[in-house]
């Protein structure tokens, strides 16, 4: 059984502030630290694009150019847990969030991944 349980999500105003959490449980995820982590993002009429990724140790990260300077992605290994930051939000962030797992960070920056969570819905307000 794979499990990605994202939390975190919610109504901000632009300006504000978010911390989406990930935690990944199950018999694939018995090894959390060899996956490569990661958020996409899916807004109403649009198709899913990737957001960040975050490598299996944590020391190499991605983040798409709409999202540099504002979002951070980071992972404790000691809890299975995946985060992203969410700092000087836009309207234009509104979208459901989702947590991916793979077990190589390119593939995510290619927009996929393996495993994925139910997401969490994300809205800023102008």
């Known amino acids: 059984q794979v499990q990605l349980v994202e939390s975190g999500g919610g109504l901000v105003q632009a300006g504000g502030s978010l911390r989406l959490s990930c935690a990944a449980s199950?018999?694939?995820?018995?090894?959390?630290?060899?996956?490569?982590m990661g958020w996409f993002r899916q807004a109403p009429g649009k198709e899913c694009e990737f957001v960040a990724a975050?490598?299996?140790?944590?020391?190499?990260?991605y983040g798409a150019d709409s999202v540099k300077g504002r979002f951070t992605i980071s992972r404790d290994n000691t809890k299975n847990t995946v985060y992203l930051q969410m700092n000087s939000l836009k309207p234009e962030d509104t979208a459901v969030y989702y947590c991916?797992?793979?077990?190589?960070?390119?593939?995510?920056?290619?927009?996929?991944?393996?495993?994925w969570g139910q997401g969490t819905q994300v809205t800023v307000s102008s």
């Open positions: 991916a797992a793979d077990p190589r960070i390119a593939t995510m920056t290619l927009n996929r991944s393996t495993y």
């Open positions: 199950g018999r694939t995820f018995s090894r959390f630290s060899i996956y490569a």
């Open positions: 975050i490598n299996w140790s944590g020391d190499n990260t």
